[in-house]
C-alpha cells in the first residue's frame, strides 16, 4: 500500500492480484463494511487496484471477490472477528 498526505486524509492504494475479468471490491470500517461501493480497477494481466482518501486511525478491511469475503494476502496485519475469521488492519497517520 502506498500513503501520501492530503488535507489530513491519507491516500492509501489497495492492490490485489486475480485473475483477470474478477470482479474485487474493498470493504471495511471506512465504509460501513459496504461490500460493493469501492470497486478495483483492473489493470489487466490480473493486477488489481483503487487508491482512496481515509482518515487518520485504524481501519479494517477485507477483499471482496466475486461475492467472497478474504483478507489482505499481502498484509500481516490481522484480527479476529465476530464471524469466525481475521480482518486485514492498516493504521493511518
Known amino acids: 500500500m502506498k500513503r501520501a498526505n492530503c488535507d489530513g486524509y491519507t491516500k492509501v492504494t489497495f492492490s490485489f492480484q486475480a485473475d483477470p475479468g474478477k470482479k474485487i471490491f474493498v470493504a471495511g470500517t471506512f465504509n460501513g463494511w459496504a461490500p ?15 487508491a482512496l ?16 469475503w478474504c ?3 499481502l498484509n500481516p ?10 480482518n486485514s488492519v492498516i493504521v493511518v497517520a
Open 53 to 68: 482518501s481515509l482518515p487518520v486511525g485504524r481501519h479494517e478491511y477485507k477483499f471482496v471477490v466475486d461475492d467472497g
Open 77 to 86: 496485519e490481522t484480527i479476529p472477528n465476530d464471524r469466525g475469521s481475521s
Open 36 to 50: 460493493k461501493q469501492n470497486r478495483l480497477k483492473d489493470h489487466g494481466a490480473g493486477a488489481y487496484s483503487l
Open 71 to 73: 483478507a489482505d494476502p
